[in-house]
T-cell receptor, first 113, second 113 residues
Framework: KQEVTQIPAALSVPEGENLVLNCSFTDSAIYNLQWFRQDPGKGLTSLLLIQSSQREQTSGRLNASLDKSSGRSTLYIAASQPGDSATYLCAVSPQTGANNLFFGTGTRLTVIP | KAGVTQTPRYLIKTRGQQVTLSCSPISGHRSVSWYQQTPGQGLQFLFEYFSETQRNKGNFPGRFSGRQFSNSRSEMNVSTLELGDSALYLC????????????FGPGTRLTVT
């Protein structure tokens, strides 16, 4: 069974700092990987999706990389802002193409003004 | 384009009762997936519907069921509620059927007393 781990579980940084969130998965047979953010008590907002054939995706201050063979992905956030404070979740979909995502436990990010 | 909508947003039920939650996907999306989020287990996949057929199912008891209508709207039902069913229930929609980017609704917070 696919297991997804995110480290660290919580992170607190001063505003303006660049930071990296990590995601690892045990089964490299994935179709794609998605990064989400979740604000307290709310739904998930999709940030970036990386297909298994891609190495990275960028959107604004966010950059996600994928190393499928080693089962790792990173989310890089540049010049962090207080509005970035949220829980960040990564999720992988199986290579079969089925739509059941396997989620990590998340990293709770706090950006201090 | 309107996002994924879920109703109701909050629900309080008593043990032994049953509950029905509703999800309307983004227009044109035919796949709807349901997830349960709890502090202890994180986000777990319940089931996925595509073109009114359940295509994928997670590891949940038969008390959890769902259906999809011809307009792609989906409902999930939980019978004989238990305290442990208290959770945030999220639905997600995606285009086509296979591993396209998933878009989540705001969730329904279910509390079982």
């Amino acid at each position: 069974k696919q297991e997804v781990t995110q480290i660290p579980a919580a992170l607190s940084v001063p505003e303006g700092e660049n930071l990296v969130l990590n995601c690892s998965f045990t089964d490299s047979a994935i179709y794609n990987l998605q990064w989400f953010r979740q604000d307290p008590g709310k739904g998930l907002t999709s940030l970036l999706l990386i297909q298994s054939s891609q190495r990275e995706q960028t959107s604004g201050r966010l950059n996600a990389s994928l190393d499928k063979s080693s089962g790792r992905s990173t989310l890089y956030i540049a010049a962090s802002q207080p509005g970035d404070s949220a829980t960040y979740l990564c999720a992988v979909s199986p290579q079969t193409g089925a739509n059941n995502l396997f989620f990590g436990t998340g990293t709770r990010l706090t950006v201090i003004p | 384009k309107a996002g994924v909508t879920q109703t109701p947003r909050y629900l309080i039920k008593t043990r032994g009762q049953q509950v029905t939650l509703s999800c309307s996907p983004i227009s044109g999306h035919r796949s709807v997936s349901w997830y349960q989020q709890t502090p202890g287990q994180g986000l777990q996949f319940l089931f996925e519907y595509f073109s009114e057929t359940q295509r994928n199912k997670g590891n949940f008891p038969g008390r959890f069921s769902g259906r999809q209508f011809s307009n792609s709207r989906s409902e999930m039902n939980v019978s004989t509620l238990e305290l442990g069913d208290s959770a945030l229930y999220l639905c997600a929609s995606s285009q086509q059927g296979f591993s396209y980017e998933q878009y989540f609704g705001p969730g329904t917070r279910l509390t079982v007393t």
